[in-house]
C-alpha cells in the first residue's frame, strides 16, 4: 500500500477504501517507527497532521476534492508553516516557529494535502550530503551506512524509505535532483521563477527554485499542479498562465531528439554510473528517440561561478540573522556587537561560516569586478552553451550525480570534494532551466539518477519524456529491503 501512486491513493480515498486519517496514520506509524534511526524528519506534530488529516476526509465526505486531497506529503523545513517549527536545519533558527505561510505550504493546505512534518536538511541548503544539518545527518535507505544526499537529505530520505506519500524540496545548485539520483526516486527542479519563493527561506535567491521529490513522473506532475503558479509576493514570481502539467504524460517519444553533452560524460564520471545512464539512452532509442551529440562548453566553469555568486548572495541572505529579529541570540554579550558576533559564532556551522566569508570576500570593494562581475559573465556564457545546444535537441540527458552514494563523512573535510557531487546539476540553475533526475537502474545495489533538462518552460515535456520511460522499466517502484 505505502508504495502506491499518488493517483491510486487519491483513488482509495475516493473510493472510501481507506480515510485520510487512517492514510495519514499509516505514515505516521512508520515515522515513528523508522525514523528515529533514519532522521528524515526534524518536526514532527502528530496533532496538527491528523487534525488537517480529518478536515481533508470532511472534504472529501462533502465532494469537494482535488488530485492531492487528503494525500500526507512531508515538507523539507526550509518552508515557513505557520505554527510549526521552521529551522532550515540551523541552530540558528531551532528555537524559531514560523508566523506564518510559504506560498508551496499554501497551494498544499488549498487543495486539503495533509502536511506530515519538516524534513531534514543541511544547513541553510548548503551541502550535498544532510551532514551540515545542526539536527544531525541522515541515512540512505538503501544503505545507512552512506549519504542520502543534499541538501534536500531528509526530503529524500523519507521518499524513498516511503515515509511520507511524496515529499517537497528546493534545488539551488542540485539539491533535488543529487539526492534523488542518491536514492532513487524522480525530482524536479523547475524553470526558475515557475514556484514561488515566498516563505521559502533564502540561500542564494537568484538560483533557488523549488520542486517535487516523488516515486514517478506522474505524481512529480500533480505535486507541479499543486505548486506552480504566479504569486505577486515573490516578485521573482513568472506571471504565465496555469498550466496542466499531466498533459502530454502520454505522448509517444517517436523523433525525439536526445542531446548527450560530452562534456557530461567525460573524467570525473563514475564508469557504473556512465553505464546505467547509456542503458537509459539505450531504452529511449528503443521508445524512438534519436541521439545528437552536443557540446556544453563552458561545463567546467560552473562549480567555480556557483562558489562565487550563491555565497555572495548568501551572506547577504544571511545577515538578517543578528539575534534582534528572531532566532538564536547569545546568552552573554558585553555590547551590541559582541551580541551580534557572538550569536553568528554560535548559530552557524562550519559550512555556513565559509560560505558567508567567501560571500562577503567576493563583495567587497576591489574584489567586486575580478570575482562577482567576472562570475555573472561566466554565468552569461553558462546560459548560452543551453541556447545553441536546444537549437539541435529536444531535451538533453546525462547523469545527474557523478557517483551512487557515498559513505558518511567520507567527504565532510574536503569541500572541494563535497562541491564536485553538483557538477551536472549546477549549470541549469545558473542558466535557470528547469531539470530532473529519473531512477534509472542501479550500481553495486544502489541508486542511479538519469538526468533529463530541458528548454525553459518544458517541464510538461520532460514529464512526457520521464514518464514514457517509466512505463517500461520498474527502476521508480523498487524499494530498499528490509525495510517494508
Ligand atoms: N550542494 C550545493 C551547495 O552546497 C547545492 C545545494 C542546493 O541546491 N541547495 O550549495
Redesign the pocket.
Same mark, same amino acid.
Given at each position: 500500500m505505502i508504495n502506491s501512486s499518488l493517483k491510486q491513493f487519491s483513488q482509495m480515498l475516493a473510493k472510501k477504501e481507506i480515510s485520510s486519517v487512517e492514510l495519514t496514520q499509516v505514515f505516521l506509524n512508520r515515522i515513528d517507527s523508522l525514523n528515529p534511526n533514519i532522521n528524515a524528519y526534524i518536526a514532527l506534530d502528530h496533532a496538527k497532521t491528523l487534525a488537517q488529516a480529518k478536515a481533508a476526509d470532511a472534504r472529501i465526505a462533502a465532494g469537494n476534492v482535488a488530485p492531492l486531497t487528503g494525500i500526507p506529503i512531508a515538507q523539507k523545513d526550509i518552508f515557513c508553516a505557520k505554527g510549526w517549527q521552521t529551522t532550515c536545519g540551523s541552530k540558528m533558527l531551532a528555537n524559531f516557529i514560523a508566523p506564518y505561510d510559504a506560498h508551496v505550504i499554501t497551494q498544499f493546505d488549498n487543495v486539503g494535502a495533509v502536511n506530515l512534518g519538516k524534513t531534514n %536538511?543541511?544547513e541553510f541548503? %548548503?551541502?550535498?550530503s544532510n551532514e +551540515?544539518s545542526y539536527f544531525g545527518s541522515v541515512k540512505n535507505p538503501w544503505d545507512f551506512d552512506r549519504v542520502p544526499g543534499? !541538501? !534536500?537529505g531528509g526530503s529524500a530520505a523519507a521518499v524513498a524509505a516511503r515515509l511520507c506519500a511524496a515529499a517537497t524540496g +528546493?534545488? +539551488?545548485?542540485?539539491?533535488?535532483r543529487?539526492p534523488a539520483s542518491l536514492c532513487g526516486f524522480t525530482g524536479l527542479k523547475p524553470t526558475y521563477g515557475v514556484v514561488s519563493r515566498y516563505g521559502m527561506i533564502a540561500?542564494?535567491s537568484s538560483?533557488?527554485q523549488a520542486g517535487p521529490m516523488a516515486k514517478s513522473a506522474e505524481d512529480c506532475a500533480l505535486m507541479m499542479n499543486v505548486m506552480a503558479g504566479f504569486d505577486e509576493r515573490d516578485s521573482t514570481s513568472l506571471n504565465r498562465e496555469k498550466e496542466d502539467y499531466t498533459r502530454d504524460l502520454n505522448k509517444p517519444l517517436a523523433g525525439l531528439k536526445i542531446g548527450l553533452p560530452k562534456e557530461y560524460f567525460a573524467e570525473g564520471l563514475d564508469a557504473s554510473v556512465g553505464k546505467v545512464v547509456m542503458d537509459a539512452i539505450a531504452e529511449y532509442k528503443k521508445l524512438g528517440a534519436t541521439i545528437v551529440d552536443i557540446s556544453l562548453p563552458n561545463t567546467g566553469l560552473s562549480i567555480p561561478v556557483?562558489?562565487v555568486l550563491?555565497p555572495a548572495e548568501a551572506s547577504s541572505n544571511l545577515s538578517r540573522y543578528d539575534g534582534v529579529r528572531y532566532g538564536h541570540r547569545a546568552a552573554e554579550y558585553t555590547d551590541l556587537n559582541d551580541m551580534y558576533s557572538k550569536t553568528r559564532a554560535e548559530g552557524f556551522g562550519a559550512?555556513v561560516k565559509r560560505?558567508i566569508l567567501i560571500g562577503t570576500y567576493v563583495l567587497s570593494a576591489g574584489y567586486y569586478d575580478a570575482y562577482y562581475l567576472k562570475a555573472q559573465q561566466i554565468r552569461r556564457l553558462i546560459a548560452q552553451d543551453f541556447v545553441e545546444a536546444f537549437k539541435q535537441c529536444d531535451v538533453i540527458m546525462g547523469p545527474a550525480a557523478p557517483s551512487t552514494a557515498f559513505k558518511a563523512g567520507e567527504k565532510v573535510d574536503d569541500p572541494v570534494a563535497?562541491?564536485l557531487?553538483?557538477i551536472y +546539476?549546477?549549470s541549469t540553475?545558473l542558466a535557470g532551466l528547469p531539470g530532473m533526475s529519473v531512477p534509472a537502474g542501479f550500481s553495486n545495489g544502489l541508486p542511479v539518477g538519469l538526468q533529463i533538462i530541458g528548454n525553459y518552460f518544458d517541464e510538461a515535456r520532460m514529464l512526457n519524456v520521464a514518464h514514457q520511460y517509466q512505463q517500461v522499466t520498474d527502476w521508480h517502484v523498487q524499494m530498499p529491503e528490509g525495510l517494508a
Open positions: %536538511m543541511d541548503a %548548503m551541502g550535498s +551540515t543534499g !541538501s !534536500s +528546493t534545488d +539551488t545548485g542540485g539539491s533535488i543529487q540561500f542564494a538560483l533557488d556557483y562558489y550563491a559550512e560560505r563535497m562541491y557531487q553538483d +546539476t549546477i540553475n
